[in-house]
C-alpha cells in the first residue's frame, strides 16, 4: 500500500462514516415521522366551557401562536390533561401550537420559563418556593393535582408499619435541604423522636428499597407505588398529609410574571384547552391514558399496563368531586411554604435562609376558564 | 587562486549561561580546499560539534569570520550537506523517502526528486533497499543512507560529524571505503570529525589537532599517502609514525 | 496468521465469555431481582424485541458521537500546533485547556440550552468539549518530543519553521496523536449520553432515563450494551486507521515483542 493510498484511506474512512451515519440520520427522520398516533375524537359530555372546543374540525398550521411548555420529568400521568388535549387539537382550536420542550436532567422548567426560553412548565411547590427566594420567581397557574399524593414507603417485610418505628432508621433521600424536616416532622407526629439517619441517593428508590439497604424512601402514591404493586411488592404507605405535613399542591403548571404581563390572553386560551383536557382525564381514565401513550414516540413507555394502572389511580384525585380542576386555595400556599421556611431549608440567593416570603404572590387561579 | 570551499577565520565561541561564561573555541582557524578531504580530530568535548553547528550555520561565531565559495556575509545554512553523528532516519518514509529529504526542503518536484534519489541509490549499491523502512536497517546501513541524504543535498560540501563512530570495526572499514568512493565520485570538499587517529589519517589529506577546551588549532598536518588509499596504507612507516605522534599529542590534552 | 490472531484475542474472548456466564449464573438463580440486574441473556433478548426504538436512538446518539469526534480531532490537533509555537503559548494555554475540563456539565448545561436549544448543537459541542482534551494533549506531547538533533539538522538544510512542523514534527507526532484519538473514541459516546442529558428528544441517553423513569432496567441494560458495543466499534475503527496511517509504528512495534 503506497503512500497516497494510505492517506486517502485515513481521511476516507472516517469521513464515509461521517456520511453514513449522517444518511442513516437523515434517513429516519424522513420516514419515520413524528411516532405519535391519531387518537380517536372523544365524546360524551364536556363542560360548557370545553364544548366548543370539540366543534373545530380540521387543524390548519396557519396563524398559530407558537407556544412551549417544560416538563419537569419524563412524560406521566401527570401530564395526561395535556395529552389528552394535544391529541384532541385543541390547543390548534385556540390558535396555539404547543411545542413540548424536551425534558433535560440538567436544567428545570423554572430556570426555562423565568428566563423565557419556554412559556409555561411544570413544577412544584417546593420549586416555586425556592424560586422566590432566590429572586428567580414563577407563578403557578394551576394545580395539576388537588391533593399532595406523595408518601413515605416501607417495605411490608421490614416490619415498619407506622412513621414512628422509623426512628433510628436509614432514610434514602433526593437531596432537598427541606426533606430532614418533613420527614421528622411525620415521625414526631405518630409519636417518635423524629431522628434518622439520613442518605442521598442516586438510584431509583424503589430500588434501593428492594436493596434492604434504606429503610423508607418518600415516593409518588401515583407511580412508584403503583408498579411496586404491579410487581407484587407488598408496601406500607404513609400518606404525609395523614401525618402533619400541610397539604400543598404538587405538580403545578407555572409561567413566569413577565408572561403573565404580556400575554394574559395567550394563557388564559392554553389554560382552556388544558383544563378541559384535564377534566377529560378525570371521567375518562382508560382512554385519556391511551392518549398519552399514542402522543408519544415508542419506547417512551415500555410498560403500558403501568400507565393505565396509574392513570385509574390518578384520575379521580385530579380534583376533589365536585370542584373543578386546577384551583387553588391559599391555605395550600400558606400552610406548607411557611412550613418549609421554618425549616431553615429554603435559602435565598447569597446562600443565608429566610424566613417569610410573599405566598400570594406565588399563584394565581385567573387563567383557569372557570375564574376564581 | 581560487577561493578555498571553506575558510574560517580566528572564530571564537563564547557561551554564556547566566553570569558564567564558557569559551569553547578560541580563534580557530581552517581552510578546507575543494575537493580537498579534512579530519579534525580532538580530545572528547572539546567543541568540535560546536564548530560545526557553526560552519553548518545553526549557530553563529562570537567573533571572526567564515566563508563558504568565498561569501561570508550571506547566511551559511544551506551551504553545506550536514550530517550528524546520529543517522536521524525519518521512520516513516522508505529509505528512497529519506534520501531526498533535503530536496523536498528545497521544494524540488517529487517525480524528479525520486528520479535523483533512486539514481544515487543504485550507484552506491542501496537501490534494493529503496522500499524499505529504516527500522529493517542495520547501523551501518543507515549511515550509509544518511550520507547519501547529505550527498543529494549538497554534494560540493559535506561536514560529516563522526558517522562511523556508532559501528563494528568491520563495518566501519567498509564504510570508511564506501565514503571515499562517494568522495571519489563527486570530489566533494569534505570536512570530517573523529576520534579515531587510524581513520583521520586513512581518509584524509589534511588533519586538524584541537586542544582540549577551549579549542584551539594545536597542529595541522598533512598526510601524504599515495591515493586512492587502501587499509595496507595504514601499515607504512610514515603512517604509524604520524599515528603515534598524534595519539601522544591528544593524549597530552586529553589528561588536561 | 489465522492462528496468531486468535492467540491475541483468545484470552480476551475466554475471560468474556467466562464473566457471562458467571453472571447469568448468579442474576438467573434469582439472588438478584431481574429489576435490579437482569440476565445477559435477557438483556439481548430486550435488545432484539426493542430493535427499532434502539435502533432509532442509536443514530442519533452515533451521529451526535462522530461529528463531535470530527469537531475535537480539528480542534485537537490546531490547539497542539499552536501549543507547540512556543513556549509561552504553552504555559498561557494548557492551564485553561486543563480548567476546560473540569467544568461539570452541570454547570456548563443551563448555558447551553440556553444558548443553543435542544438541536444537535449542543450535543456534539459536549462531544468535542470532552474528547479534543486526549487529543491536543498527547499531539502536542508528541510534537514536544521531537528529537532537537534532528531539527539541527533541518536547520542546516534551511527548513523553514513550517518546514520543520510538516515534514518532521508532525508525522513524528502521530502515534502520540493516535493514542489520543483513541482515548478521545473511547470516551466519545458516553459524553453525547452526557450531552443529550441537557436536554434532547432522542438519544440512547433520553432513552435510557424514559426506561429508568418506567423501571424497565432490561431495557437500560440493553441501551448500555449498545453503548458498549458502540464505543468498542469507535476505539476498533481508530486502531485500524493507525495500522493503515502508520504502517512503519506497527512494524517497529511487533518487532520489539
Avoid at chain 1, 433535560?104 to 409555561?120: M, Y
Avoid at chain 2, 550520507?147 to 563495518?171: I, K, Q
Avoid at chain 2, 577546551?213 to 599515495?226: G, Q, W
Avoid at chain 3, 458495543?229 to 476498533?236: E, K, P, V, Y
Wanted: aromatic fraction near 10%.
Amino acid at each position: 500500500m503506497n503512500r497516497r493510498t494510505r492517506l486517502f484511506l485515513s481521511i476516507g474512512i472516517p469521513a464515509l462514516l461521517v456520511i453514513v451515519v449522517a444518511g442513516a440520520f437523515l434517513w429516519q427522520q424522513y420516514a419515520a415521522g413524528s411516532g405519535v398516533k391519531q387518537s380517536q375524537p372523544i365524546s360524551g359530555t364536556l363542560e360548557p366551557q370545553c364544548a366548543a372546543l370539540t366543534k373545530f374540525d380540521t387543524p390548519s398550521t396557519q396563524n398559530l401562536t407558537g407556544m412551549s411548555l417544560a416538563l419537569d420529568w419524563t412524560p406521566n400521568t401527570n401530564h395526561t390533561g395535556i395529552y389528552v388535549a394535544l391529541a384532541q387539537h385543541w390547543y390548534q382550536a385556540e390558535g396555539i401550537d404547543l411545542h413540548l420542550l424536551p425534558y433535560s436532567a440538567s436544567v428545570s422548567p423554572d430556570v426555562l420559563v423565568s428566563t423565557g426560553k419556554a412559556d409555561v412548565g411544570v413544577s412544584s411547590t417546593e420549586g416555586i418556593v425556592a424560586d422566590a427566594a432566590v429572586g428567580q420567581p414563577v407563578v403557578s397557574i394551576a394545580a395539576i393535582i388537588q391533593h399532595n399524593t406523595s408518601a413515605l414507603v416501607t417495605l411490608a417485610s421490614s416490619g415498619l408499619s407506622r412513621p414512628r418505628d422509623l426512628d433510628g432508621k436509614t432514610y434514602g433521600a433526593f437531596g432537598a435541604p427541606y426533606e430532614t424536616a418533613v420527614v421528622s416532622e411525620i415521625i414526631k407526629h405518630d409519636g417518635g423522636t423524629g431522628q434518622f439517619k439520613s442518605v442521598t441517593l442516586d438510584v431509583d428508590a424503589m430500588q434501593a428499597l428492594e436493596s434492604h439497604r434504606i429503610d423508607f424512601v418518600w415516593v409518588f402514591e401515583s407511580w412508584e407505588v403503583i408498579q411496586a404493586q404491579r410487581e407484587g411488592y407488598k408496601l406500607n404507605v404513609f400518606p404525609i398529609i395523614n401525618y402533619g405535613i400541610p397539604d400543598y399542591y404538587t405538580p403545578n403548571l407555572i409561567t413566569s410574571p413577565t408572561e403573565i404581563q404580556q400575554k394574559p390572553e395567550l394563557l388564559r386560551k392554553f389554560m382552556l384547552a388544558t383544563a378541559c383536557g384535564y377534566e377529560y382525564a378525570r371521567a375518562h381514565p382508560k382512554e385519556s391514558a391511551q392518549m398519552l401513550l399514542d402522543q408519544n414516540a415508542n419506547g417512551t413507555f415500555p410498560d403500558p399496563g403501568l400507565v393505565f394502572a396509574s392513570q385509574n389511580f390518578l384520575s379521580p384525585r385530579y380534583a376533589e368531586p365536585g370542584r373543578k380542576w386546577g384551583l387553588q386555595d391559599a391555605s395550600a400556599w400558606h400552610g406548607y411554604p411557611q412550613f418549609m421556611l421554618n425549616s431553615n431549608g429554603v435559602d435565598d440567593a447569597s446562600g443565608k435562609p429566610i424566613h417569610s416570603l410573599n405566598f400570594d404572590a406565588l399563584y394565581t387561579n385567573q387563567f383557569l376558564p372557570w375564574g376564581s | 587562486m581560487d577561493a578555498p570551499k571553506l575558510l574560517v577565520q580566528e572564530v571564537t565561541k563564547t557561551f554564556h549561561h547566566g553570569r558564567q561564561e564558557l569559551e569553547a573555541l578560541h580563534c580557530i582557524d581552517l581552510t578546507v580546499a575543494g575537493g580537498e578531504f579534512v579530519s579534525i580530530i580532538g580530545p572528547s568535548g572539546c567543541g568540535k560539534s560546536t564548530l560545526f553547528n557553526i560552519i553548518a550555520g545553526v549557530e553563529e561565531p562570537t567573533s571572526g569570520t567564515i566563508a563558504i565559495d568565498g561569501e561570508m556575509n550571506t547566511s551559511r545554512a544551506g551551504k553545506a550537506g550536514y550530517m550528524p553523528q546520529q543517522p536521524l532516519l525519518l521512520p516513516w518514509r522508505t529509505v528512497e523517502e529519506n534520501v531526498l529529504l533535503g530536496l523536498d526542503v528545497r521544494h524540488v518536484p517529487r517525480k524528479e526528486a525520486h528520479q535523483e534519489a533512486y539514481k544515487l541509490l543504485k550507484r552506491f549499491g542501496l537501490a534494493e533497499f529503496a522500499e524499505s523502512y529504516p527500522a529493517t536497517l542495520s547501523g551501518g546501513m543507515r549511515q550509509r543512507v544518511a550520507l547519501l541524504r547529505t550527498v543529494l543535498f549538497n554534494r560540493s560540501f559535506l561536514l560529516l560529524d563522526e558517522p562511523f563512530g556508532a559501528l563494528d570495526a568491520l563495518t566501519r572499514l567498509a564504510s570508511q571505503m564506501w565514503l571515499l568512493n562517494v568522495w571519489n565520485e563527486f570530489h566533494s570538499s569534505v570536512l570530517f570529525i573523529t576520534h579515531d587517529v587510524r581513520e583521520a589519517i586513512l581518509l584524509s589529506d589534511r588533519i586538524y589537532v584541537l586542544s582540549a577546551r577551549p579549542a584551539r588549532v594545536l597542529r595541522v598536518v598533512e598526510v601524504d599517502l599515495p591515493r586512492p588509499r587502501k587499509t595496507e596504507h595504514l601499515a607504512l612507516e610514515q603512517s604509524v609514525r604520524l599515528e603515534q605522534d598524534l595519539v601522544a599529542l591528544l593524549m597530552k590534552e586529553q589528561r588536561l | 496468521m489465522k492462528l496468531r490472531w486468535i492467540a491475541s484475542y483468545g484470552p480476551a474472548f475466554v475471560l468474556a465469555v467466562a464473566l457471562l456466564a458467571i453472571w447469568e449464573l448468579y442474576a438467573g438463580i434469582g439472588h438478584i431481582s431481574p429489576r435490579v440486574l437482569p440476565t445477559p441473556i435477557a438483556i439481548v433478548q430486550g435488545l432484539i424485541n426493542n430493535w427499532g426504538v434502539i435502533y432509532d436512538n442509536t443514530i442519533q446518539t452515533l451521529l451526535e458521537t462522530v461529528l463531535g469526534m470530527v469537531a475535537a480531532t480539528v480542534v485537537g490537533l490546531a490547539l497542539a500546533i499552536m501549543l507547540d509555537t512556543s513556549n509561552w503559548m504553552r504555559r498561557a494555554i494548557y492551564p485553561l485547556l486543563i480548567t476546560s475540563q473540569t467544568i461539570p456539565i452541570i454547570a456548563l448545561a443551563p448555558l447551553l440550552l440556553i444558548w443553543f436549544g435542544y438541536d444537535i448543537g449542543p450535543k456534539v459541542l459536549v462531544v468535542a468539549l470532552y474528547s479534543f482534551f486526549p487529543i491536543a494533549v498527547a499531539c502536542a506531547d508528541g510534537l514536544a518530543s521531537a528529537e532537537p538533533e534532528l531539527m539541527k539538522l533541518l536547520r542546516s538544510m534551511r527548513a523553514t519553521r513550517w518546514q520543520m512542523l510538516w515534514l518532521v514534527r508532525l508525522p513524528g507526532a502521530m502515534p502520540s496523536f493516535f493514542s489520543g484519538l483513541r482515548i478521545a473514541a473511547t470516551y466519545s459516546v458516553t459524553a453525547a449520553i452526557f450531552g443529550e442529558y441537557v436536554g434532547a428528544a432522542k438519544g440512547l441517553g433520553i432513552y435510557l432515563q424514559l426506561e429508568a423513569n418506567s423501571f424497565a432496567t432490561v431495557q437500560v441494560f440493553a441501551a448500555i450494551l449498545v453503548t458498549a458495543i458502540l464505543s468498542l466499534l469507535l476505539f476498533g475503527l481508530v486502531s485500524l486507521i493507525e495500522r493503515i496511517a502508520l504502517p512503519w509504528y506497527h512494524g517497529a512495534i511487533a518487532r520489539t515483542m
